[in-house]
């Protein structure tokens, strides 16, 4: 399952909402993208459905790096066994409190447990960056790149990819879709980036005339012929008739 982005309220639908209070959860989440990172609610949530596979004491509820990683790593290995799936990009996305992947997190799990589908569930690509929130915000208030980059880019994500290159990668991804956006800004308004035309787009294109073309032949002894051109595809060679005064000075020996 994936997604085009995350969804325009942070909230949940109504019958989904109803169906996490019914659950009796230790706490009641108010904040999503935290209460759900770490995977204990989630634990907790399959608990009620699958009591023998989860013991809540094997579970820490903290914060840390290390919790995530540890209790995502046992529900991961339960879906596996159970033959049940979750995307992994909404996992590593609710982990690493990306906007919105939280709530499809809980959505999935509500179709997986209830098979119910949400409306709002949609076949497309996953996108959990602020590119729909920085759309909408004025080009004044948009962010800069570094921004960006911290907008777009964990510390827990740096921190559990330990390779050099493949963050490297994703900032220049972030950079590189930074610049797209502001290159169409520049597009769509020129008055507030002082863009001036240049000497090309400002320079008047008449149409050509034919008669001024001609087509050099060349003939059977060798000799070249030229015709006037009939189209304007064929005056591939153009000829300027110049007169030349020569002076001729006489040499005395």
Not at 52 to 65: A, E, K, P, Q
Not at 85 to 90: I, S, W
Not at 118 to 127: H, N, P
């Amino acid at each position: 399952m994936a997604y085009s982005q995350p969804p325009k309220k942070t909230g949940l639908p109504r019958e989904v909402l109803k169906w996490l209070q019914s659950l009796d959860l230790s706490f009641s989440p108010k904040n999503y993208r935290r209460d759900f990172c770490n995977g204990y609610l989630v634990a907790e949530i399959f608990s009620w459905y699958y009591p023998d596979d989860f013991s809540m004491h094997s579970y820490d509820n903290g914060t840390s790096l290390p919790t995530k990683q540890g209790n995502w790593s046992q529900i991961e290995r339960f879906l596996f066994k159970q033959n049940l799936r979750l995307p992994k990009e909404v996992i590593d996305g609710t982990i690493h409190c990306k906007p919105g992947a939280a709530e499809l997190l809980i959505q999935e799990i509500y179709y997986l447990l209830t098979s119910r589908r949400i409306k709002i569930l949609q076949e497309s690509k996953v996108d959990f960056t602020d590119c729909t929130y920085q759309d909408k915000l004025p080009m004044v208030a948009r962010a800069t790149a570094s921004k960006a980059i911290k907008s777009n880019l964990s510390l827990s994500e740096v921190i559990a990819e330990p390779s050099i290159n493949a963050n490297k990668q994703k900032v220049q991804a972030i950079i590189r879709r930074h610049l797209q956006r502001r290159q169409a800004e520049r597009v769509e308004n020129p008055k507030r980036f002082n863009v001036k035309p240049t000497l090309g787009e400002l320079a008047a294109r008449g149409p050509r005339s034919v008669s001024q073309g001609w087509v050099v032949s060349l003939e059977s002894n060798g000799s070249a012929r030229m015709s006037p051109a009939t189209s304007r595809s064929e005056a591939i060679v153009q000829f300027k008739e110049i007169n030349v005064r020569q002076t001729i000075c006489a040499v005395q020996h």
